[in-house]
């Protein structure tokens, strides 16, 4: 006998939930992309992608995910042979560096494992570059392995304060729309995102919103191509230059439907949703790791965390019996400890990650940590007490 029969929930941090409301949003049939209504909806949604990422810059869509962002940003900043510095707090970090360096970009990679940026390094390699050869700072806000959340602020003071005209880009695949994020007040010059995460769309679609500093430094890049300047979709006169040939038609009217729960809701209690959330789940493993040294949560520093995905540690092999227990007796399937492992743990079976981002609520995040603590003690998994309590505590503000 199973208890999984029921609706299952998928705590693993993207594709995120779906909301029914955006499901239903494109249960339609094919529509007509050079004329009717199509354009007049599409055109509505750009000033609502301003408003979460809380930016007046440009924004380009692109079909594809967020590598396929990556490569955007890294064609319209970038010319062969041209110097990046690269912040990595985990394995998209490093995932970035690494589409910057097969366009043939110099990459200079600041590695901080999967710890929380280290600025006196960065504000030294900066000052280090005395004839400003880098051209562009990249870092993620929220890594999704490492769940490492980055101050951007504090990088653009850095910048200000090194006199280095190199522009800021920022990485918020796993934050936007879940972690606080200012893009002009913050000054970030190209933002990267993808649907299928906070946007609480499928996956599909990345997104570029950039500067008029960034898009003047885009006019020499000597990447950019035809399909991945982001100036013609930015400024597209005709629907269809948009996405650069047919648009994916049902993917924006979910999007459109994603926007408008973000705009009922508001960004700020969005934001506070997510707080509450991912501090319900650390209330848990820290009760839980009282009991069991093994168990613990990958950022020791709750100011260093993201709120969108928890990344911890079981110890081998027992994040790997856990994600496999809660997936076929209860019906929640947890992340995998994606780019975490150790010498002794070579595979990564001591590590898991808990999503909370998007359409996500209390019964869905206290109900995971039940059901995870279930499992726990259905494989002789030691912990210690009061994790649930802890956790509805938090919840319950």
Request: glycine content about 12%; overall charge negative.
């Amino acid at each position: 006998m199973s208890l999984a029969n029921g609706v299952p929930y998928r705590a693993i941090p993207g594709p995120s939930v779906l909301p029914e409301r955006v499901l239903r949003a494109m249960q339609r049939s094919a529509p007509d992309i050079y004329g009717g209504p199509l354009p007049e909806m599409v055109a509505s949604l750009w000033p609502d992608l301003r408003r979460v990422a809380l930016t007046d810059g440009h924004i380009a869509p692109y079909i594809g995910n967020g590598h396929a962002g990556w490569e955007a940003a890294n064609t319209n900043l970038f010319s062969r042979g041209d110097r990046a510095l690269v912040l990595a707090t985990g394995r998209f970090g490093l995932g970035w560096a690494a589409s910057a360096r097969d366009l043939g970009i110099a990459v200079e990679l600041l590695d901080f494992g999967a710890g929380p940026v280290d600025l006196d390094r960065v504000e030294a390699a900066l000052r280090a570059d005395r004839g400003h050869g880098l051209r562009a700072l990249l870092t993620t806000q929220v890594d999704t392995a490492s769940s490492v959340r980055t101050d951007v602020p504090a990088l653009r003071r850095i910048l200000d304060g090194a006199g280095h005209p190199a522009l800021l880009a920022v990485d918020c695949i796993a934050s936007l729309g879940c972690d606080e994020y200012r893009m002009d007040d913050w000054g970030v010059d190209v933002t990267v995102a993808a649907s299928q995460k906070g946007l609480m769309t499928p996956p599909g679609m990345a997104f570029l919103w950039f500067s008029d500093r960034a898009l003047a430094a885009s006019r020499d890049a000597g990447l950019r191509t035809p399909y991945w300047s982001w100036a013609p979709r930015a400024a597209a006169a005709e629907f269809w230059r948009l996405f650069a040939g047919t648009a994916p038609t049902h993917h924006l009217y979910a999007l459109r439907a994603a926007l408008d729960m973000l705009a009922d809701e508001g960004l700020p209690a969005v934001w506070a949703r997510h707080e509450r959330l991912a501090r319900a789940v650390w209330a848990a493993f820290d009760a839980w790791g009282q009991g069991n040294p093994a168990i613990g949560l990958t950022v020791a520093d709750p100011a260093h965390r993201g709120r969108s995905v928890t990344a911890a540690r079981l110890g081998a092999p027992h994040a790997t019996r856990l994600r496999a227990w809660t997936e076929a007796e209860a019906g929640v399937t947890l992340g995998i400890g994606l780019g975490q492992s150790t010498p002794e743990d070579p595979d990564g079976d001591g590590f898991l990650r808990v999503a909370h981002m998007g359409h996500v609520n209390a019964h869905m995040t206290l109900g995971a940590l039940a059901v995870m603590q279930a499992g726990m003690g259905a494989l002789g998994i030691p912990f210690g007490p009061g994790a649930l309590d802890a956790a509805a505590a938090v919840a319950s503000g």
